[in-house]
């Protein structure tokens, strides 16, 4: 079966160190893999796309990476802040999907601590 | 950026009731729509695609007569809950992408949180 798996349902994580999160697949074949924030009672909110044939994307104070041989993209934030807490959404596009539509992962609650 | 309204942002009423949401693109044209639900701690789990003048495309398990979707310009679509139930009680959230691509990011709306009584 198709799974989108975010490893860490939460993160803490000190002020100024760097965030590290994992979204890995299975069973798809992403043409594109893109990133969203999401704040408590919000909707979410774009970051970042990465496509099958990037290995990185990098956009200030973060960088995403796309490793389709372990069908893994990591998520980083370095300095993080504490203004970066929130909820963390990869999210794929198959390359099967008619109309492009996205599939979630649950999200990484991530925590920065000042 | 991209801004999308979606309206209103909480709704609490009895069972039976029929509510609209509304969903508004402002300062773009959103070819295509999307429709979403999301559980406590859950992902968004996709409930039907719309494109401008066409019939929505709604996914497995999703009643499409329950869940009316109305996509009637290039800014504006329109979700109706028929006759709703506690276990409609969500937290509904619209997206609208400009072309039809799967490059292009999805913008959401800031959710309407659905209780039934």
């Known amino acids: 079966s198709q799974k989108i798996e975010q490893n860490s349902e939460a993160l803490n994580i000190q002020e100024g160190k760097t965030a590290t999160l994992t979204c890995n697949y299975t069973?798809?074949?992403?043409?594109?893999l893109q990133w969203y924030r999401q704040d408590p009672g919000r909707g979410p909110v774009f970051l970042l796309l990465?496509?099958?044939?990037?290995k990185e994307k990098r956009k200030e104070r973060l960088k995403v990476t796309f490793d389709t041989t372990l069908k893994q993209s990591l998520f980083h934030i370095t300095a993080s802040q504490p203004a970066d807490s929130a909820t963390y959404l990869c999210?794929?596009?198959?390359?099967?999907?008619?109309?492009?539509?996205?599939?979630f992962g649950k999200g990484t609650k991530l925590s920065v601590i000042p | 950026g991209a801004v999308v309204s979606q309206h209103p942002s909480w709704v609490i009423c009895k069972s039976g009731t029929s509510v609209k949401i509304e969903c508004r693109s402002l300062d773009f044209q959103a070819t295509t729509m999307f429709w979403y639900r999301q559980f406590p701690k859950q992902s968004l789990m996709l409930m039907a695609t719309?494109?401008?003048?066409?019939?929505?495309?709604?996914e497995q398990g999703v009643e499409k007569d329950k869940f009316l979707i109305n996509h009637a310009s290039l800014t504006l679509s329109t979700l109706t809950v028929t006759s709703a139930h506690p276990e409609d009680s969500s937290f509904y959230i619209c997206?609208?992408?400009?072309?039809?691509?799967?490059?292009?990011?999805?913008?959401f709306g800031d959710g309407t949180r659905l209780s039934i009584l």
């Open positions: 719309s494109n401008e003048g066409s019939k929505a495309t709604y």
């Open positions: 997206s609208a992408r400009f072309g039809s691509r799967g490059h292009q990011p999805q913008h």
């Open positions: 069973n798809y074949s992403p043409a594109y």
């Open positions: 999210a794929l596009v198959d390359s099967g999907a008619g109309s492009y539509q996205l599939t």
């Open positions: 990465i496509r099958e044939n990037e």
